[in-house]
């Protein structure tokens, strides 16, 4: 069903986004602000005294163990655009780029299906696979849906 919602609105949901996106119905979402796993190749575990206290994300991506193959599937017959960047990324920077892109493809996807044509996406990435991921998104929603870029300041907060 399109339009729709069939959730609470002003929902926050905090879970692998993907299996909650595809219970949604079409073109509901106002907003979607999303802070994915970065590709950095590395192991990440919550500090002792947080909430997550024991929580671990290995922030490793493996083709063989990580890309479904519906995904391929369904990259390859309906997002053609979309599978040649996967697939050149693979090709020049190896299995885990290609893998790590072919996760956020299948979400990105699911985010445009389920954002309204008047909503908007925060995509929360850094330089490591960033460029790749605005290729992603130039291809699904159009280059001309691109508005801006907010850059963050780690050293100093533009404070003289």
């Known amino acids: 069903m399109s339009g729709q919602p069939n959730f609470t609105n002003r929902t926050l949901f905090h879970h692998d986004n993907l299996a909650v996106m595809r219970g ?7 907003l979607i602000a999303t802070d994915p796993p970065f590709n950095k190749g590395k192991d990440f575990h919550a500090t002792p005294d947080s909430l997550a206290k024991g929580g671990k994300f290995q922030d490793r991506w ?11 599937d369904q990259l390859q ?18 299995d885990d780029l ?7 493809a299948v979400r990105l996807l699911e985010m445009h299906r389920v954002l309204k ?14 460029h790749y991921l605005k290729s992603l998104l130039d291809a699904i929603f159009g280059r001309k849906q691109f508005r801006n870029e907010i850059i963050w300041c780690y050293m100093g907060g533009g404070i003289q």
């Open 24 to 30: 949604m119905n079409t073109a509901t979402i106002d």
């Open 98 to 104: 290609g893998a790590f892109l072919c996760f956020m």
């Open 77 to 94: 017959d309906d997002w053609p655009n979309v599978w040649r960047i996967i697939a050149a990324a693979r090709g020049s920077w190896g």
């Open 117 to 130: 044509s008047t909503g908007t996406l925060y995509l929360h990435c850094d330089p490591t696979a960033g």
């Open 62 to 72: 493996r083709w063989d163990d990580d890309v479904e193959g519906e995904w391929i």
